[in-house]
């Protein structure tokens, strides 16, 4: 009878211990190993940048992405397209108006499976003031543990929106037409969370 009862009570230590199968679980955005990368055209070519602080939380569960909730802040004046001139006009009036508008924010609203380890998420950007929905693809790159054991999950995000939609249309016109910059911005996201217990 002593040693039922010692099973039991085993039994029930170990399922109270165990992992519990489709638990979401809330992750903190780890910026030292994610990006946050944006492309915009600039006459014939490309500029790349991105913004080096940003922090935001993910709560997620592999086995019901659908109830996945994302919600981040991004500094606006950590903005680096590795030339400071450019870098202090992008934080000025012309465009992102830092003094004014310190913060970008993203929250979800919700998560569309589309294939494997494929979603869709919408939710809404504030940006220089103005929100406006947007929609990600995002690709889950799967988890694992690091050096001391917590575990991290993994992400890439991809977008793309009309800055004058938030309010951002500075621009040059060229002498033989055209423009400097280009109205759509290519963002880019690669984002590693690690677990909060």
Request: proline share 3%.
């Amino acid at each position: 009878m002593r040693a039922i009862i010692r099973g039991t009570v085993l039994l029930a230590a170990a399922l109270l211990l165990a992992p519990v199968a489709g638990r979401a679980a809330t992750y903190e955005i780890d910026a030292v190993h994610s990006t946050v990368g944006f492309r915009i055209r600039h006459l014939v070519g490309r500029v790349n940048g991105q913004f080096t602080k940003f922090a935001g939380t993910i709560v997620f569960d592999a086995a019901q992405p659908t109830r996945a909730r994302v919600n981040a802040t991004i500094e606006a004046a950590s903005i680096n397209t590795a030339n400071e001139r450019r870098d202090d006009h992008l934080r000025g009036a012309d465009f992102f108006d830092v003094e004014k508008y310190p913060t970008l924010t993203f929250v979800s609203r919700k998560v569309t499976p589309k294939g494997k380890g494929r979603f869709q998420i919408q939710g809404d950007l504030t940006m220089r003031g103005v929100k406006r929905p947007v929609v990600m693809n995002a690709v889950y790159n799967g988890s694992g543990q690091d050096q001391q054991g917590r575990r991290r999950i993994g992400f890439t995000a991809t977008t793309r929106l009309n800055r004058k939609d938030y309010a951002i249309s500075w621009n040059q016109t060229l002498d033989r037409g055209g423009a400097v910059l280009g109205d759509e911005v290519e963002i880019t996201l690669e984002i590693e969370a690690v677990e909060q217990r």
